[in-house]
């Protein structure tokens, strides 16, 4: 079981780690050199299932939401917060979650959700949501700044777009794992649902590497 470490070290190692190459394992080690290359080639050589690949991505989103949290807890305490961790955090949203991601289920899986007849209205609620998540992010980029974060006005904007994104996006993500995602398989062939991965991977690759995940 992966070790979640203490908010302060979260803070502390730069929950700014959102925009570094690495995150602790579970002893509290970077994972690089010659160790990271060969679990990160473990990994490369798995095989994911998309549902599985998309369900994975989402622990990057609830690690983002730890650090919007905890931002919101030290605003909340009157405590002093740097805006680089939740910037890097925010661009992370906007680049992986929201340009990678969601773009994958919108561009992939919901239009065959919706071709299929199958929980449709419930497509249409997170598309809604993906888009109010963006103007959320919009926000959070531009209140991350140490000019905004030292007015009253700049600071209530970043909280409440960090607590509105989390409000949102905790069942959002809940939703897809346990309903949206577990239903493609029934709405898909396994040829089409393994191609799937396929495109999925290929994706990924074309944006950010061949370590993509990993580098998340």
């Not at 780690?17 to 050589?45: H, R, V």
């Not at 939401?65 to 680089?84: C, F, N, Q, W």
Request: a negative charge.
């Amino acid at each position: 079981m992966e070790t979640i470490p203490t908010r302060r070290a979260f803070l502390a190692t730069g929950i700014a780690s959102a925009a570094l190459p690495f995150f602790a394992d579970a002893s509290g080690k970077e994972q690089d050199g010659e160790e990271g290359k060969a679990k990160g080639k473990e990994k490369e050589e798995e095989e994911v299932s998309p549902a599985e690949d998309l369900m994975r991505e989402h622990g990057v989103l609830k690690r983002i939401m730890l650090v919007y949290g905890e931002a919101i807890t030290r605003l909340d305490a009157g405590k002093e917060l740097s805006p680089d961790p939740v910037a890097a955090a925010a661009k992370m949203v906007r680049s992986f979650v929201e340009d990678y991601h969601e773009k994958l289920e919108e561009d992939f899986l919901f239009p065959r959700f919706r071709k299929a007849k199958v929980e449709v209205e419930l497509v249409d609620v997170l598309t809604a949501q993906h888009a109010a998540g963006r103007k959320l992010t919009d926000v959070i980029l531009r209140s991350a700044s140490v000019k905004s974060l030292k007015e009253k006005e700049g600071k209530a904007a970043l909280r409440q777009a960090m607590s509105q994104f989390i409000r949102m996006y905790s069942p959002h993500e809940a939703r897809e794992d346990t309903v949206l995602f577990p239903a493609l398989r029934r709405i898909v062939s396994a040829h089409e649902y393994a191609a799937l991965g396929e495109d999925f991977e290929k994706k990924e690759h074309a944006l950010f590497g061949e370590d993509g995940f990993e580098k998340m």
